[in-house]
C-alpha cells in the first residue's frame, strides 16, 4: 500500500511558491479516502509544515531532481518536466536541489564534442526562482561514463585535457550558480582501497588526478564547495578513515578540498550506523565542511508491501541521520535521493527493496516526513 494513510493538512505552502510551479501544486496535499482514525492512531493526524520553512536557519534540506538514468527505461514521461505535482513538492519542501543524473558523463557530455546541457539549466533555473541552492554531481566516477570516453582510443595527454577540458566547462557554466560540487564519488573501496580497477582516470593516472581535479573545479569556480562523496561511509569504517587520511594530506598540500558527503543509501536489512554522528563530527573537527548527500531508506517488500512496524523503522533511520547531521557543526546540508516513491531508483536498482522515500507515490506524507518535519523544528529552536 503506498497511497494515502496519514491526513495530511498544510499551511503556509502557497507563499514559497512562485513562477513556473502550478498552482495545483500549492495547496493541500492529497488526504485521499483514508480513515482518519488510521492517522490519529499512527500519531500522525497533524500538520504538514513545509521542511524549509520548519529548518534551522542556513540548514539546507534538500533533494534530488528525477531525470537521466534510470528514469529513461521507464514508462512515466520526464518527472521534472510533466508532473507538475512533484515540481510543487520539490518547490514546496526543499531549499536545495541536486540533478539526480543531468551532470553526469554520460548525460551531460554524450559525445567528445557535444554538451547537453538543457535539462541543468532548467534545474538551476528553477532553484533560483524558487531560492533554492544546487549541490553539483559528479564530475569524477566509475559509473555512468559515455562508451567515447571508456572505449575510445586515447594518449594520456588526450585523457588528461579531457576531463580537464569537461570539469572547466562543466563547472565554469554554472559559476555562482552551483554552491557544492561532488568532485570525486565513489572513488574508494569496502576496504579503502582507491578503485583502480573500475574507475578510469585512477587507473590510468593514479591518485595524482584527483589534485588536478580539485584543482581544475577550484579554478573554473573558486567560491564552490568541492567534496568527496560516497556511500558506506556514513560510520567510521575504512572506507571513511580513507577519506579522511586523503583529504587532510591534500589539503597540507594546498588541493582545494573543502568537504565530506556521505550518500546515506540505508536499508532496514542493516542496522542503523549508530557512530555516524561521530564519524561526521571527526570530518567537522579536522576543520571540513560535511553533507548527507543522497539518503533513502530501503524497506525489504518481497514482492509485498511495507508494513506500519516497517514505516515506523523507517522514520528513526531518517531521523537519526537527520540528527546526527545536525548534531554536527560544519553539517549544514542533507539531501534526500528523490522526494517519492514514485520515481525512486530503488526498486529499479535493488528489486527487493522499496518504499524507501518519504511521500508515498501519490505525494501523501509517510511516518518519515513527519519524523523529518519534528526533528528539524526542534533544532530550529534550540
Ligand atoms: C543513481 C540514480 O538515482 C539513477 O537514476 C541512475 O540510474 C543510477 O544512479 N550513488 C550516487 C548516485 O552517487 O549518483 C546514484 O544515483 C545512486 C548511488
Known sequence: MRVGRYIAITVGASALLVSGVAPAAAGTLPTSGTAAGAASQAGHDQKQVPLRKVAPKGFAIGVAVAGGGHHLDQEYPDPFKYDEEYRGVLAKHFNSVTPENHLKWDFVHPERNKYRFGPADAIVRFA????????????????????????????????????KEHITKVVGR??????????ANEIFDDNGKLRTKENIWLKTFG????????????QADPKAKLFFNDYGAEGINKRSDAYLKLMKKLRKQGVPVHGFGVQGHLSLNYPFPSDMAKNLKRFSDAGFEVAVTEVDVRIPLNGGDASEGHLKKQADYYRRALEACLSVKRCNS?????????????PVFFPDEGE?????????PKPAYFALQETLAKARRR
Open 356 to 364: 524507501a522515500t518519504i511521500f508515498n507515490d501519490d505525494f501523501s
Open 128 to 163: 533560483q526562482q524558487n531560492g533554492q541552492k544546487v549541490r553539483g554531481h559528479t564530475l569524477l566516477w566509475h559509473s555512468q561514463n559515455p562508451d567515447w570516453l571508456t572505449k575510445g582510443k586515447f594518449s594520456r595527454k588526450e585523457l588528461r585535457n579531457i576531463l
Open 207 to 218: 591518485p595524482s588526478i584527483i589534485a588536478d581535479a580539485f584543482r581544475w573545479a577550484h
Open 334 to 346: 542533507f539531501t534526500l535521493w528523490g522526494p517519492t516513491d514514485k520515481y525512486s531508483w530503488v
Open 174 to 183: 554554472y559559476r555562482g550558480k552551483i554552491d557544492q560540487w561532488d568532485v
